[in-house]
């Protein structure tokens, strides 16, 4: 079983702060993501990345960088954090070459007041 | 890009009965179309997925169809469970590595 932790699991930010959500697998994936799931929605994808030291963008991600300083880990970073941006985030990593599946860590909730 | 429209956003399913949920996508490049299942709380678990060189697959009491003329695909769960009570998206990608768009979510409810 894959194994993809994150943390903070729980954050309450301000308004115009900075926030940053870590990931770490332990499966040697070389694919990493990052989605955020509104209340009652499905996932949407903010970044990705395919190898360490490079990243690229998903379908939403204004208001969002991300970085991979190593395979094992990929942050989302909140550089100006606004209300819009309460959510919870999931991080998924998956294997190329070994089937399709994505394996998602258990979510970071995040509010930001 | 790709968008995924799945219905219905709620079910209500009888113990024993099936339950099918139906998604379209727009991209006909798409190749790859998996089933995640989300408890409260928990993250989203893969169930089952399909590819685009198959139109049928079925593993323990699920079976997904895929039509790719009409680009619709399916999933049937057969046998209803309580534990089968849950949130159900699909989601469809051109490319794997490029990370999946997902459906809105089918909440499904299976009473006595």
């Known amino acids: 079983e894959a194994a993809v932790t994150q943390s903070p699991r729980s954050k309450v930010a301000v308004t115009g702060g900075k926030v940053t959500l870590s990931c770490h697998q332990t499966n040697n994936h070389d694919y990493m993501y990052w989605y955020r799931q509104d209340t009652g929605h499905g996932l949407r994808l903010i970044h990705y990345?395919?190898?360490?030291?490079?990243?690229e963008k998903g379908d939403i991600p204004d208001g969002y960088k991300a970085s991979r300083p190593s395979q094992e880990n990929f942050s989302l970073i909140l550089e100006l954090a606004s209300l819009s941006q309460t959510a919870v985030y999931f991080c998924a990593s998956t294997l190329s070459g070994q089937g399709y599946e994505q394996y998602f860590g258990p979510g970071t909730r995040l509010t930001v007041l | 890009g790709e968008q995924v429209e799945q219905l219905p956003s709620i079910l209500r399913v009888q113990e024993g009965s099936s339950a099918s949920i139906n998604c379209t996508y727009e991209n006909s490049a798409s190749n790859y179309f998996p089933w995640y299942k989300q408890e409260p709380g928990e993250n989203p678990k893969l169930i089952i997925d399909?590819?685009?060189?198959?139109e049928r697959k079925q593993t323990q009491g699920l079976i997904v169809l895929l039509d790719k003329k009409a680009k619709r695909f399916s999933l049937h769960i057969t046998d209803t469970q309580p534990g089968d009570s849950a949130m159900y998206f699909c989601?469809?990608?051109?490319?794997?590595?490029?990370?999946?768009?997902f459906g809105l979510g089918t909440r499904v409810s299976v009473f006595p």
């Open positions: 399909i590819r685009s060189n198959m």
């Open positions: 989601a469809a990608t051109t490319d794997y590595a490029q990370g999946l768009t």
């Open positions: 990345s395919y190898v360490a030291d490079s990243t």
